[in-house]
Structure formats: C-alpha cells, structure tokens
Antibody
Framework: QVQLVQSGAEVKKPGASVKVSCEASGYTFTSHYLAWVRQAPGQGLEWIGWINPNSGATSLAPNFRAWVTLTRDTSSSTAYMELNGLKSVDTAVYFC????????????WGQGTLVTVSS | QSALTQPASVSGSPGQSITISCTGDSSDLGDYSLVSWYQQQPGKAPKLMIYEGTKRPSGVSDRFSGSKSDNTASLTISGLQAEDEADYYCCSYAGGRAVLVVFGGGTKLTVL
C-alpha cells in the first residue's frame, strides 16, 4: 500500500534552517510528482509546491521561492524540503503528498511534520 | 485570505444531508480547473474524498458526492454519521497559474 513517512518534529530558532524528509513506499517513486503543503496551527491548508522525482524539476508558489528548496533521492525514494531563514510565522505542520496521475490531486499524504520556530 | 471561499461551519443531524459550497473566480474554478475535496480529522492528514469535481476514490463512501456549476463547487454528504464530523477543504488545480493549487479556507462540519 502507498505510504509516505515523514521525519519527526523540529524546534528551530528564528533564522535557522530545517530539512524535512518524506520517504515513499508502495508505488514507483519516480512516476508521481511529490507535493508539499503546510498548515499553521488552527489554520487551513497552503500549497508550497512540488517536485518531479524523475527529473528533479520543481515548481514553487511565489511566497516560497526565495526560501524553500525541494530535492529528492531516487535511490531511497525520499523527497526533501529545506526551509531557510525560518520565522515564527512559519510554525506549522508540513505535509508531503503524492500527486495522483488519475486523480490529478494530492491523493496520499504523509503524517505531517510539525516545525516550531521559537526563540 | 484563501482564493476559494467556504463557509466556516455547517451542521446537521444524523441521517440528514448537508452541502458545503466552495466559490472562486474563473481562474480558480473555471472550466480548466480541477476540483478536489478533502476531509481532515483533528490531528490527522487530509484524506481525498472527491477528485475532478465529481469522482470518488476507491474506498470512499457513496454518501459523499461532488458537483460544480459555473464558479461554485459543492460537496454533499448524505445520511450524515457521527464519523463525518471533521474539517473539509476544497482544492483547485489549474496549470499555468503562478500558484498551481489553491485551497479553500475549510469548513468545520458538526454532526449534532
């Protein structure tokens, strides 16, 4: 079965960086784009962007282009999201999600990684 | 502020039907956008309930249905059950936009 397992919660100081991982299993990693979405406490979902695991090409929403980097390691079927220059407003749960070929929507989601930014 | 507008909350009694609306402009919910709906239980990841506006993934109850008319998408849940209590989000995908995917602000469904 499709599974996306994310790395554990992180606590960072303002200005720091963090790298969140998302290990995929149960499907061919390179056949599906891998998306990232965040959810601030008590708030809704916000699109960050996606990576094509086959080519490594990425597309990021404008608000994230200057400080977010998406990468992948096909040998371990793992996608990574690096967040740089963290601010307190970036405190959120960050989800990875597989982009469905048939559904053309995020169809399977990781459990989420809480990133807390606090001095 | 979300590009897609949903009511903050809806409620219904067990067995009843409810509908959650999702409105946007033509760039968000026009003919070339694909609408999906997600259910999110507290502390959990979202779950895909509807895709391409009206289709249900395997395993999703047929009590859940989606529709779209002009720039409004709707999610209807019939035969409400206590387990349906959750937050629901609409989502629009349209290639060519600066932001490929936009979400609604979410609707809290309370089963009375």
């Amino acid at each position: 079965q499709v599974q996306l397992v994310q790395s554990g919660a992180e606590v960072k100081k303002p200005g720091a960086s963090v790298k969140v991982s998302c290990e995929a299993s149960g499907y061919t990693f390179t056949s599906h784009y891998l998306a990232w979405v965040r959810q601030a406490p008590g708030q809704g979902l916000e699109w960050i962007g996606w990576i094509n695991p086959n080519s490594g090409a990425t597309s990021l929403a404008p608000n994230f282009r200057a400080w977010v980097t998406l990468t992948r390691d096909t040998s371990s079927s793992t996608a990574y999201m690096e967040l740089n220059g963290l601010k307190s407003v970036d405190t959120a749960v960050y989800f990875c999600a597989r982009w469905g070929i048939t559904t053309r929507a995020p169809d399977f989601w990781g459990q989420g990684t809480l990133v807390t930014v606090s001095s | 502020q979300s590009a897609l507008t949903q009511p903050a909350s809806v409620s219904g009694s067990p067995g009843q039907s409810i509908t959650i609306s999702c409105t946007g402009d033509s760039s968000d919910l026009g003919d070339y956008s694909l609408v999906s709906w997600y259910q999110q239980q507290p502390g959990k990841a979202p779950k895909l309930m509807i895709y391409e506006g009206t289709k249900r993934p395997s395993g999703v109850s047929d009590r859940f249905s989606g529709s779209k008319s002009d720039n409004t998408a709707s999610l209807t849940i019939s035969g409400l059950q206590a387990e349906d209590e959750a937050d629901y989000y609409c989502c629009s995908y349209a290639g060519g936009r600066a932001v490929l995917v936009v979400f609604g602000g979410g609707t809290k469904l309370t089963v009375l």
